[in-house]
């Protein structure tokens, strides 16, 4: 059955992007599952990055750390005019972040590593990079689950090492390579710039604030590059644990073809299996503590 916009009841703002905001919403058809969706409505029609977000989401949503896709709303032309995506009630890392107004300890912050890893080494197996990963893109689930969402930057690759240098994204989380293709030529992997952004998502939730730049300054687009391409990747502090700083080290690594991977950084001690479990609690205990706010 064809769905249209008509069909679900928005009930409330979830949050705004560039392409569009996003509503809880509920079916109007009573029997419908899951009754209450996460509705991402474009604002453009034609929107090409909704047509990449459909695409990719049809392609990996099925992965437990994808955010799933429950329907396209389709529109006059050939982009989707929404999606109704499951509704995440932890809402994303950048909101609990802003809602604690403090930063986040190791032990939360190694459930977010390790579950945003397990979603990029399931999307880099399906030739997806993702290309916009930061904290306003990583949501959570109320028992302290972390899923990657907004492919409105990502690409499928139709080779493994497609270039796939172009500008989209978020220039703050944006690799060395990927700012300044140039000056880093002959570096590049398209997976590594992934790992990049996740690290510079990482070390922000732990100093609570963007990391790159001093708190408070501007992110412009010359700030960004003295501190991407010509600074020293940015470190946690001496307080943190050696593997904490490790891990980041690894993300952090200016030239990509040093980076650690994903499937490396999976064997990282500082996100082992065995202690996953307890850090998804901890980081169940920051979402509810962030309700109570
Ligand atoms: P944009 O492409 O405009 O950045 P996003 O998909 O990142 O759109 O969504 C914008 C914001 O809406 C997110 O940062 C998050 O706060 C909220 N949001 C998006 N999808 C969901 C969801 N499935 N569940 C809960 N909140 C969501
Ligand atoms: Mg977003």
Known sequence: ???????????????????????????RRSSANPPVVALKIFAAAGDPSAAREAEILALASDAPHVVRLHA?????????????????????????????????GERPIAAVARQALLGLDALHALRVVHRDLKPSN??????GEVKIADFGAGKVLRRRLDPCASYVGTAAYMSPERFDPEAYAGDYDPYAADV????????????????????????DWAALMCAICFGEAPEPPAAASEEFRDFVARCLEKK???????????????????????????????VAQADDL
């Not at 990583?138 to 028992?143: F, N, V, W």
């Not at 510079?200 to 100093?207: D, G, Q």
């Open 1 to 27: 059955p064809s769905t249209s916009i008509s069909d679900y009841e928005r009930l409330s703002v979830l949050g705004h992007g560039n392409g569009g905001t996003v509503y809880t919403a509920r079916h």
């Open 72 to 104: 396209v709303v389709p529109s006059a032309g050939e982009a989707p005019a929404a999606l109704a995506l499951e509704l995440m009630p932890g809402g994303s890392l950048a909101g609990l972040l802003r809602r604690l107004g403090r930063p986040m």
């Open 138 to 143: 990583l949501l959570l689930g109320a028992a």
């Open 196 to 219: 990049w952004s996740l690290g510079v998502a990482i070390l922000e939730l732990y100093l609570g604030h963007f990391p790159l730049l001093p708190e408070g300054q501007r992110p």
């Open 256 to 286: 990509a073809g040093r980076r650690a991977s994903v499937a490396e950084l999976l064997d990282h001690p500082f996100v082992a299996e065995r202690d996953a479990a307890d850090a998804r609690q901890a980081l169940a205990a920051l």
